[in-house]
């Protein structure tokens, strides 16, 4: 995929990334030559791994960041940084059902015009597990928190590491991974109700509609990158009137090749201010 060196800075677009940073106090060395480097108006952040006190605000603020977040020692953990005011700041789903974990994997917020979902859906572990029956719930309170914070004419993006490759475009050798906690049935079914009930349109498939695009590359697998091994399992989804801004998305492996990178990389969108 492209770099994001192909947009030159405009005030005229907006440049909205993701990132699974895995740790960011890991990642300050990568994330500081590329926000240098590139237009990245808003960046938002998933497995910051680090609590509040502990996070690197001044980092961002010396960049000329805005940067809101919310976390837990050693797990999860998101944060949204962005060069315009960051408003409405809400974390977790505001239900009765709440936890610690939950705080620590969604946060939303407004920024200019764009309502802001930015998710770390959790991986599930394994089929049968505990915690693979709570990645299905958390996508069926997705749907509702959806259904009743906000509406489909609204301009939502939701993004982060949603931890579902939705068809088998989006994972290599499919049939060798269809019990996979991030690929079995059961994961898709639930992702694609969330979409298909609220109107998200899928920003990187509307740009690159067959193209074998990955975002994760196990750091476990050498060569993964060179081999093609990797998972799209990092999305921007945007309702309908946002998508009608869009004008690009796609995947920039370039921070994945850095030295001691995150094992995922970036993923960008543009849209029409």
């Known amino acids: 995929m492209k770099s994001a060196q192909v947009f030159e800075r405009d005030p005229g677009r907006l440049v909205v990334a993701t990132f699974n940073v895995n740790s960011i106090r890991a990642r300050l060395h990568v994330l500081e030559p590329y926000l240098s480097e590139h237009q990245v108006d808003i960046l938002c952040l998933q497995e910051t791994k680090v609590r509040d006190d502990d996070f690197p605000t ?17 797990y ?21 059902r709440d936890n610690e974990s939950d705080r620590a994997r969604l946060l939303r917020c407004r920024v200019e015009d764009i309502h802001l979902v930015n ?20 996508f069926s309170r997705l749907e509702r928190l959806f259904a009743t914070a906000y509406s489909s004419k609204d301009q939502v993006l939701w993004c982060g590491d949603l931890n579902v490759a939705p068809t088998d475009l989006d994972v290599y050798e499919p049939d060798k991974h269809r019990e996979h906690v991030c690929f079995h049935d059961s994961v898709r079914e639930a992702f694609s109700r969330v979409v298909q009930s609220f109107g998200f349109v899928d920003l990187l498939r509307r740009f690159h509609p067959d193209e074998a695009v990955f975002s994760f590359y196990d750091y476990r697998q050498r060569g993964a990158i060179k081999r093609g091994q990797g998972w799209r399992i990092d999305h921007l989804l945007a309702t309908s009137s946002l998508a009608d801004r869009a004008l ?15 094992d995922h990389t970036v993923l960008l969108g543009a849209f029409r201010r």
């Open 76 to 96: 999860n953990g998101v944060a949204v940084a962005s060069r315009s005011e960051i408003s409405d700041v809400q974390v977790g789903f505001g239900d009765d």
């Open 58 to 74: 001044a980092f961002f603020e010396d960049m000329g960041y805005q940067v809101r977040f919310s976390g837990q020692k050693s």
């Open 119 to 138: 998710a770390y859906v959790p991986q599930g572990r394994e089929l049968g597990h505990p915690y693979f029956a709570y990645k299905i719930d958390w």
């Open 248 to 262: 690009d998305c796609w995947v920039d492996l370039e921070p994945r090749l850095m030295e001691k990178p995150s």
